[in-house]
């Protein structure tokens, strides 16, 4: 049963089980895994070494694409194995020991980690494991439903342990695209223009010598855990898709637009779902995640083409799609995720990059990843790539959380992600704010107006109106009373009673 | 004279007076001038729309590169012709209208200017006025002692102003290298892979039909206003070519280090001229302002090439280099700032990038441009172009502010433009803090051990331990006295007092 996945006979013999594979990692060692947002992680290995991680001192520095699925990042958590975790996570278990100082989280760009790991300012990897369809004649690897970051584990590590996924066609072989930026001072430029360029191989050239263990598995992904569209992420894609429309009708934008990027999560995927109801055609992803937006897209015949570092879908779509994956790959591909979030192609390309905002203040900053400014929610991921470089950057959110009881547009972010220049559109359910080309108390005003819930409009406005009053300047603010709403919260269960928090000054 | 300055015999009969000139200009237009680092500014038109702007009603939109020399900010502002102005100034009477609200700054990436421009989600742009130190027989400009955005503003504008400045050698010819990307969907690579590269060509071509006037000048740029080196901007230069020869004995750079890029300011210059006392060699330059030190390096024999987008120097440095710059000529080239600044060439060369913070918070986020998060300085620059893309990214402050009232670390950075994980080193003259593959906990630590005042230490040291103990988190922070440091100043003139200062929640 191995010969049409482990072409080399002479690696047969690497065979052996999880456990035994799990032995090349010692206490204190750095692995890297395969794995980006929950789809394509070794499902086998990890568990092992939770397992002896529960009967002996076993700590490690973990790094992955980005999230993990099947629960792996909980139960390494909780056998208490993850010392230190990077780049990006997105488990409740995790998160809960990250904010409790248990595990340190380097929450990173997703295009940086294999640039530090390359120029060892990070690393070195003793261990990667890298789920694959197979290994070829050559010895090289076909990843699954992720690239992430497993090419730059696998040619960095001293040993490779490769785990044979029978649940997945062979036919995936053909879908990746593995390239990798020359050394520097060496470095030529990137040759990808357009989202559907093939630059690189088809799987992970590495040494066969490396290979230290196989181990073959049958689990399937875990399936992506959004939330459908609802009545406010409708309104959130009904204001984007008609400012795309009004952008097409003055001719800055043709009718297939630019290459989409769309984040994670629920928001991001019921926006993108969005566009079925639109007259936009031809359309092409240059992203991250590909979701089932992108698969309805597809089906749709508005889509013509998705580049991305993974594949992550909900029950519904999961067997449908994989197990006709023949049918979709000559329209896409999965890159690195150094590639699909590279500062250099997605500047080239010029995306509209749409991601999501847990909170923006009123001039525009964005924070995504710290809840009241100090508990880790998932982690900043790509969004810095794709904002920063993206010919139009779009945060979306709903207008408040926790039932009203919280705005997500507060006077002053308690965490910066995204500074104003990196935020061209903040769209929540009540309107969308065009931010091009103004100042912040331009900014403010338009904010304000557009993206508020009205039950924070008031408390807003009349922040800016006394900040600007009091002590003025290009972003005024009233530094004593910044983060009244989040006071009121943590005391009160809710923002609104903002008005109740004394002020910080001594007078 | 004109014949060797204006090779078309046909603009002869354009040259007229900066007053003639300064009709093209009418109340509400878009201007976009010549001038980087108060380097190449247009000087006489300028002037005269100052002169016409007092007399009679005159508002127009303003872009340059960056900040203009010659006081002509200023002269504007105080003429009231400024209603917007974008995307970097570093003038204080300017400042001071920003801040009061009266001229709208728009703080943008100096590389991200002409990216907005010429998708038209800014402009459109009617006249440009250029300062060049001829104009050649096809009609193209020579620009002068900085490129900026003068290209791109040339070809988009309706109408273009040539000052031909007498001041500056025709030798200049060749010096600069005008390169500006394709137009998406079609966009290929920038083909830099070396800071000497040559892409482009030596003058901005355009039509000379659009041509509308041409103004002959004989001034000089004005000089820098830095500050020489001191004994803390000394200690900072130790500190950070210190752990440069480490990196260079570890292995992970050479002993010519990297490309190099200096922010602006006294810190920046100070700190490059400390690279004079050390044993790397062959150093380059990928920057954005070369300023005297670039050429202390030159006349050391420890610098080969230095790419820029301008020259700014000292009286003493001025005359020598300008008057002897066909001596500097094949070791200089000057980019448009997009490509000087530009994400894809950055990343490609991995650059050691040195800005400067005004203030830095303890978990490694930066402030450069907002004082108290209000009161603009001066922008944020190209400070985000190269700290975001870098191979490392450094910033350096001096450890206080105002005689010790201010501590240029703080809990809470009172504005974010650049995300801790935009920020590798922070250095004062206390000591260096090595962020790489931390976690915001153990980032707190080191900041606040090694680069804090030791009159701050104890206060920083509390703030920390206290949010790490009542919060936790990954990213501890007492959002009730967050800013009690910033309101201690604004309070007692005294950051030190900020004991005094009550807490903001409401228990
Ligand atoms: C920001 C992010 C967490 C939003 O996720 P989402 O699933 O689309 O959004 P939701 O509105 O469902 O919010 C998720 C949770 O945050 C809570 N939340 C939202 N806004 C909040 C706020 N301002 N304060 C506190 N909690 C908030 C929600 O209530 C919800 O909580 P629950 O899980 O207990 O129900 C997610 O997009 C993320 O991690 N982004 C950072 C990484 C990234 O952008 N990658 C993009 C490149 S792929
Ligand atoms: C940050 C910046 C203002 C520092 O400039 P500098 O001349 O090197 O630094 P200095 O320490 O002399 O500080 C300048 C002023 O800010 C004040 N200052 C410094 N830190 C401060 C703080 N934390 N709070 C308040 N004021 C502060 C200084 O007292 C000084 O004031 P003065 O002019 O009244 O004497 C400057 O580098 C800048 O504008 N940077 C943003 C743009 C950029 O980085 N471009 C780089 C790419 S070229």
Request: charge should be negative; charged fraction near 25%; aromatic fraction near 6%.
């Amino acid at each position: 049963m191995y010969e049409d996945r482990i072409k080399p006979r002479s690696l047969w013999s690497k065979v052996v089980t999880p456990e035994e594979a799990a032995l090349h990692i010692r206490d204190g060692m750095t692995v890297g895994m395969s794995g980006f947002t929950r789809a394509g992680e070794a499902k086998a290995v990890p568990l092992a070494l939770a397992e002896r991680g529960r009967r002996e001192p076993l700590k490690i520095t973990l790094l992955t694409g980005a999230s993990l699925g099947n629960d792996l990042d909980k139960t390494l958590a909780e056998a208490n194995v993850l010392a230190r975790r990077l780049p990006f996570q997105s488990d409740p278990a995790l998160r809960k020991r990250i904010n409790a100082g248990e595990v340190m989280f380097v929450d990173q760009h997703l295009s940086e980690t294999v640039e530090m790991l390359r120029s060892r300012q990070l690393g070195p990897v003793d261990v990667a494991i890298v789920e694959a369809v197979m290994i070829k004649e050559d010895g090289s690897i076909v990843p699954t439903t992720s690239v992430g970051n497993s090419a730059t584990f696998a040619m960095l590590a001293e040993k490779v342990i490769v785990e044979i996924n029978l649940t997945l066609s062979p036919v995936m072989e053909g879908l990746h695209d593995i390239y990798i930026p020359t050394r520097r001072p060496f470095r030529g430029p990137i040759p990808i223009t357009r989202p559907d360029d093939r630059v690189g191989v088809p799987s992970i050239a590495i040494d066969p010598s490396r290979i230290a263990a196989i181990v073959i598995t049958a689990k399937e992904d875990s399936c992506a855990a959004i939330q459908p569209p609802d009545a406010e992420t409708k309104l959130i894609a009904g204001h984007l898709t008609e400012f795309l429309t009004n952008e097409v009708r003055r001719g800055r934008l043709g009718s297939s637009l630019a290459p989409l990027q769309a984040g994670i999560g629920s928001i991001a995927n019921a926006v993108l779902h969005g566009f079925l109801d639109t007259d936009f055609h031809d359309l092409t992803m240059y992203s991250e995640v590909l979701q089932d937006s992108t698969f309805d897209l597809f089906d749709a015949g508005k889509m013509v083409f998705a580049s991305g570092s993974s594949i992550t879908l909900s029950p519904e779509r999961h067997d449908q799609v994989l197990h006709d994956i023949g049918r979709y790959k000559s329209r896409l591909v999965l890159r690195p995720q150094e590639i699909s979030n590279h500062p250099e192609v997605i500047r080239r390309l010029g995306l509209i990059a749409i991601n999501t905002a847990l909170e923006a203040d009123i001039y525009g900053n964005v924070n995504s990843t710290h809840v009241a400014g100090s508990q880790m929610m998932n982690g900043i991921g790509g969004s810095g790539d794709f904002a920063r470089n993206a010919y139009l950057s779009v945060f979306v959110t709903k207008s408040t959380a926790k039932g009203g009881a919280i705005s997500s547009i507060v006077p002053f972010a308690t965490h910066v992600d995204h500074c104003e220049h990196d935020v061209d559109l903040i769209v929540t359910e009540q309107g969308l704010a065009d931010l091009r080309g103004l100042a912040p108390r331009e900014r403010a005003a338009v904010v304000i107006d557009t993206c508020v819930h009205p039950e924070y409009r008031d408390l807003l406005r009349d922040y800016y109106r006394d900040a600007e009053r009091t002590v003025g300047g290009q972003t005024p603010h009233r530094l004593d009373r910044a983060f009244a709403l989040h006071l009121a919260y943590q005391t009160h269960g809710d923002m609104r009673r903002a008005a109740e928090v004394p002020e910080a000054a001594a007078e």
